[in-house]
């Protein structure tokens, strides 16, 4: 038995290098093991799915991509001239590269500052929160913890009539790859992350075809919001078919067949690279002996209660592992929390609280409920919304497409919703998430002071628009 730890964490990503960071700053003695390794088969890389080949290699091609596109098509209509603009796929993957790198070499500056122990290998719980780790050679340690923080976070799911080749028919990390802009893209699964990555290849000239299952765009976005942004991204040329049924692709002669079902029967298309991003789940495989106490579902979620405790003593579980929407931010708060209350405090997570962005062109964001949801819930809600046409700086930025929307209480006017679509938005989000973490009403912001000319000052329009104040638009008569 090697030694023992007041904490270990299995899984360095947002929920496990966080929870370790802050477990050591409140004084506990940390271990964080983490089983990814380099390219060179040795050093460990920290950092998780959502820096190495998600959330920021993403967000770099985006990034990248939206410039392009700007400058191949909205600089001429500002009076810049900027003729035979071409984008190099390899400098631009050499960049998103270098962030990466730049980012996980950083988590483990501060695991060093802070005390936090790295261990190399796949960690697997044992019973009484003992931590088996095995190494690349094979070779198995067993360590001892008071608590166990659980933080494996989640993998690609793969579909039976699209298995992943790793060149022609690929998961969102091989989407991250491509050594060239295929002429056809076929993506399969409208969600967050099908709409980011068509998006990249889409600005950067691929013919791009989303087919999703579902019959209603972004179902867990409030429907106004999903129909603006549905409309603009058709407008850039994203071709999204939905109510499509996959059925099958086969790579004949460098190219995949694809055929699906829709309203219209039997379809047919060729693809030069299909993704397929139909979601994630848990990634729980050979993480738990059958004797750890630790419950999972079928579908490998860990059970928890509220605080993110399993029904094991001293064995916590965060993250994507667990119920709850799979977002970064959320697995990091959700570490902070277990890291404090191990350490004896009381804290707690806000779950109405915690923004969700799609970072498409324009981006997509909001936090808390949407009208569909209400509606459903029998509550009484009003509405305030002003769009980025009559604001000042959207239209200098040449971005002013899209909305801000608020809804609120009909009787209390606490904001209940908070959603946007255009520029900025997951910057913007943030001024929703706040008002409600203070239980703010809509009238808190109306009386707010915004600078002009900014991108915000839609919001304090929107908060005016809920009791028909809007300044800059002209409101909707209220009903007698």
């Given at each position: ?322 119920r709850g929407p799979m977002l970064a931010h959320k697995a990091s708060e959700e570490g902070v929390m277990v ?142």
């Open positions: 038995m090697s030694d023992k730890y007041d904490v270990i964490v299995i899984g360095a990503g947002p929920g496990g290098y966080v929870a370790s960071i802050k477990a050591a700053q409140l004084g506990l003695k940390t271990a964080c093991v983490e089983s990814w390794t380099a390219e060179d088969g040795k050093a460990q890389v920290l950092g998780g799915t959502c820096l190495n080949v998600g959330c920021i290699p993403s967000k770099a091609l985006l990034e990248i991509s939206h410039k392009f596109e700007e400058a191949s098509h909205d600089y001429e209509t500002q009076g810049i001239i900027a003729k035979d603009v071409r984008i190099d796929i390899a400098k631009m993957m050499e960049r998103k590269s270098g962030i990466v790198k730049q980012l996980t070499g950083g988590i483990a500056g501060l695991f060093k500052a802070n005390g936090v122990t790295p261990i190399h290998g796949h960690g697997k719980l044992l019973a009484n929160r003992q931590v088996e780790v095995t190494d690349k050679d094979g070779k198995t340690t067993t360590y001892e913890a008071e608590n166990v923080i659980l933080a494996t976070g989640s993998k690609p799911i793969e579909i039976p009539p699209a298995p992943f080749d790793g060149d022609y028919i690929v998961d969102s990390e091989g989407a991250l790859e491509f050594t060239e802009v295929p002429k056809r893209l076929g993506v399969i699964g409208a969600g967050v992350i099908g709409l980011e990555l068509g998006s990249v290849w889409s600005r950067l000239g691929s013919e791009v075809t989303v087919i999703e299952a579902q019959d209603t765009f972004l179902p867990v976005v409030d429907q106004q919001v999903a129909k603006d942004a549905q409309k603009q991204f058709k407008k850039q040329g994203l071709d999204i078919v939905m109510g499509a049924r996959m059925t099958g692709a086969e790579v004949k002669r460098k190219l995949v067949n694809v055929t699906y079902e829709d309203a219209s029967g039997k379809q047919e298309k060729k693809f030069d690279k299909l993704i397929v991003a139909v979601g994630r789940r848990p990634y729980t495989d050979n993480l738990l002996s059958e004797d750890s106490g630790v419950k999972m579902d079928e579908r490998g979620f860990i059970f928890v209660d509220d605080n993110c405790k399993t029904e094991a003593p001293g064995v916590w579980a965060i993250g994507d592992v667990v890291a404090e209350r191990i350490a004896g405090h009381k804290p707690q997570v806000n779950y109405d609280c915690i923004p969700n962005v799609i970072y498409t062109a324009p981006e997509v964001a909001w936090v808390g409920k949407s009208e569909e949801e209400l509606k459903a819930e029998g509550e009484a809600y009003k509405v305030g919304t002003f769009p980025f046409a009559a604001n000042g700086r959207a239209m200098a930025a040449n971005a002013a497409s899209g909305l801000v929307k608020i809804i609120a209480d009909e009787k209390t006017d606490r904001i209940l919703g908070f959603h946007v679509v255009g520029p900025q938005a997951s910057e913007i989000v943030a001024q929703g998430v706040i008002a409600m973490e203070f239980g703010s009403s809509a009238e808190d912001l109306a009386l707010t002071c915004f600078a002009h000319p900014t991108l915000s000052e839609s919001v304090h329009e929107a908060a005016l628009a809920v009791d028909g104040g809007a300044i800059h638009i002209a409101n909707r008569r209220k009903k007698k």
